[in-house]
């Protein structure tokens, strides 16, 4: 994966976590030095959970699909967000069930059409809108028809400290792609609207931009690199997440694929902070650490005499 | 009956009544739910077990936040008996409502401490009354106000103090423990207790029975509940990363762990926490936390009972056929669905054994006392990383939430035992790896843990068809060698168990079987038994899968009973399914409504089927 490398983030230090679907085969595809856990339908966030608290010197990816993440597994990746877990959190998208040949998802459009299922009657989950309810402080959508830009969301959302989310929407070629559907490849080349030009930038680099003051928003993460947002022609406040709400809301309505980081607030403990655990890893601790004296088991069965 | 034969009957008890009873009855206390009860049955129980005497406390409680009726059991008996007996030798009636029906359970010649305004009723002229003054004692002591309703409970804490001579300084005693030496505390319900023993001593003349003693201590027993115990065991075992979500009777073992873990395993020089206890969204996403943690080689363990057992059934597949180390305690309660949640019952063992779908055989350890809680809560980690594979814990409300007297708990005697993880110089050695190759021959394959620094470390864990690289396979060759290995490595964790404790009796040709909560009561009726001239044996198991010992044990007799508290005897037919040869000897007696196994009807069954077999 080209962002990691770019990175120079260590295979060996990253675990790839995925629930179960199309999307969740996704990590079996890159980095393959870098331990990778397909678990069960809906439930990866619990799996990231546990492992990133386990080990809290892990980088942690973790892919989901919309019937994974909006459907099964809406009530984890809830929960997920609330906790803060540093985790870079990737949704492909697509609006439609893949693995099991052609049905609705959560995500689908209310009047989108397929093939096996007639008329989708519901109206869809946005999984943007619910991560700014759930206060996750890293909330951003793009389009697998704009490589370029999913790899600079994707390098920013690695060096955010808690849990980032990455809304791809990721065309299913097979089962929703007719040119109506808000999933569709063709739907997202015509309708994106990228409110910015992203970059991100490590903390050594020099920035190498063409432009004119006031054009661009240079936010500095908690690792002092930085990521620089170049205005377009909407002028979106990514540290305002009542803005981001209906940013969502009015494109949403007016049927356009806003695209960039919606979402920003790196204000918020991460879980780690919040369990005020030691720095080295829980995982890697042993009995010396780890098994109380025989005196201090003593002085509690004395309370129980 | 006629009336002289009850006539008859009444001069028969008043006799009996003559002769002193010392250390041996059952004592219930009917209130409400919510009313502060348990600080009074607890000083009870507690100055009992101070004054050496083996007692136990077991609270039978409601659904219900506040309202509803609760009884608390303290039975003591100098032999040591402590099972549950389902008729009460003295009643303390303390709730309206329930005041006639607990005159039934309180058994014929019985003592009944009552709150004066309640009616005496005449339907019970066997019964020695004691009315209780509460009101007046309570205006006597004049408690503050919010604290009026708990202090209540003191008076007939003191009555009973006064009647069955409980040792005044081992109230005291047991109120300090309770309040962790808060003095005004203390007195505040001292004040109410000596008032009460003070009234009784004037106005009660004793017309009963009963007494206690102080008795030779064992200084090295505990009173404690097996929810404790269970929570140190682990604590010792080094868990690192505990999920788990509310549910009743195995909350208060993972809130211990709360209590316990800031003060014994904070960083020494940072004060910084080498664990983590999480309270989980569900089950679903406990085990799945505590899945994620295994992997990545923590000692990582969730608590739940039944209901949560039910929803944790899919992560446990996974992690048995990916092979993840987790501790799973299942504190039993009545089920299925929300059934009775606040009793006990021994209805986990079938679903536990094979949880989830295909095939699955789990490891489970099965817990007694609660000094096994402890023993078995720090075991179950190092069974979990050798085998790479979940391990369950199966208690019960009766032993998780009720105080039971405890051998001391053992500190653990082996080096934790990290299993089978190979360092990045091990890969290096090796030059090669796959995670389910099996290189020695016994089936444990050896693992690496993420963010081992080395390029052969990383490989792909799933719950699909594996081949030894761990790579997606559905070749049924890949399958079947999988799960060859996997079949062999679980048939060596059959050796590394608890043993199961067996007792003899000389000449027996009768055996029983049986295992956690309903110890107390098995040992007790066979006491009755061998009084009746019937010797038997008696095997307890302690894990599953069975030892080779259970084999020989049903060899060796005419017939085995296995008795247990579900309806269908889920023991009895996994010890079927385990040695069908052996099937017909074993015969099945089971008792399931929320009540905890008594000694009397375990007698009365074994008993009875015996003198079936025998007209046979």
Known sequence: MAACYELSIQPENVIKISGIGCSSKSPTYFMGRSHGFNAVHGRMPSIATGASIANRSLKTIGVSGDGDTASIGIGQFIHLMRRNVPMVYIIENNGVYGLTKGQFSATADQGQKLKK????????????????IANCGFVARSFAGDPKQVKELLKSALNFQGTAVLDIISPCVTFNNRDESTKSYSWGIEHEYPLHDVTWVPSYDEIEMEIEPGEIVEVELHNKSRLVLKKLE???????????????????????LATGLIYLNQNQETFQSVENLVDKPLARLQQDALRPSKEALEEIMADFR | MSKSQVKQKEAAGEAEAQRPIVNDFTLVVATVNGSGSQTSNLALVRAFFRMGIPVCGKNLFPSNIQGLPTWYTIRVNAKGYTANKLKADLLVA???????DDLQDLKQGGVCFYDDRLAEPADRPDVIFYPIPLRDL????????????????????????????????????????????RETSVALNMKMIDLAASWARDNLPKRDPYRVERMPRDEEHLLVDGNTAAALGA???????????????????????????????????????????????????????????????????????????????????????????????????MGPSTGLPTRTSQGDVLILRFLSHGDTRHTLLIPAAPHECFEFGWRAFDLAERFQTPVFVLS??????????????????????????????????????????????DGIAPRT?????????????????????????????????????????????????????????DHADVGIIAFGSTDPAILEAREYLSDEGLATDYLRIRAIPFS??????????????????????????????????????????????????????TFEAVRSAEEQRHER
């Open chain 2, 396 to 441: 019960d409300l009766d032993l998780g939430m009720n105080q039971w007297v405890s051998k001391p708990f053992q500190y653990p005697d082996v080096d934790m035992d990290r299993g089978k993880v190979l360092s990045a110089e091990d890969l290096e050695k090796l030059g090669d790896f796959g995670r389910y190759r099996d290189i020695d021959g």
């Open chain 2, 548 to 601: 080779e010992t259970v084999e020989d044990f049903i060899q060796e007799h005419e017939v085995v009973y296995v008795v247990e508290m579900n309806t269908d005897g889920q023991m009895h037919q996994l010890l079927q399914l385990e040695w069908p040869a052996l099937a017909t000897k074993l015969v099945s007696l089971t008792k399931n409504n929320g009540v905890p196994l008594d000694a009397d009807w």
């Open chain 2, 138 to 181: 309570v205006n006597e002591a004049d408690p503050p106000k919010q604290l009026r309703e708990y202090v209540a409970n003191m008076a007939y804490v003191g009555v009973l103090t006064e009647i069955l001579q409980i040792d005044n300084e081992e109230i005291r005693s047991a109120l300090d423990t309770h309040f962790g030496g």
């Open chain 1, 234 to 256: 909407h002028n979106h406040d990514t540290s305002d997440r009542l803005a981001a709400m209906q940013l969502l809301e009015e494109t949403c309505c007016a049927e356009i």
């Open chain 2, 94 to 100: 303390m709730n309206m409502a329930t005041f006639r």
């Open chain 2, 235 to 333: 604590i010792y075992g080094g868990v690192t990363v505990a999920s788990w979500y509310p549910i009743t009777p195995a909350s208060s073992l993972a809130e211990t762990l709360e209590y316990y873990l800031p003060h014994l395993r904070s960083d020494p020089e940072t004060g910084k926490a080498t664990y983590a206890v999480v309270q989980a969204e569900d089950e679903l996403a406990a085990i799945g936390m505590a899945v994620g943690a295994g992997w990545v080689g923590a000692r990582a363990m969730t608590s739940t009972s039944g209901p949560g057992i039910s929803l944790m059934s899919e992560f446990a597949g996974l992690a048995f056929i990916a092979e993840i180390p987790i501790v799973i305690w299942d504190v039993q309660r």
């Open chain 2, 449 to 505: 843990l993420p963010g081992t620094d080395h390029p052969l470390a990383a490989f792909f864990t799933r719950g699909t068809g594996h081949d030894e690289r761990a790579i997606y396979s559905e070749k049924a060759q890949d399958w079947d060698a999988n799960i060859e290995r996997l079949w062999r490595k679980l048939e060596n964790v059959r050796d590394a168990l608890p043993a199961p404790v067996v007792q003899r009796m």
């Open chain 1, 117 to 132: 299922m007639g008329v989708n009657p519901f109206m869809p989950i946005d999984l943007c809108m619910e991560a700014l």
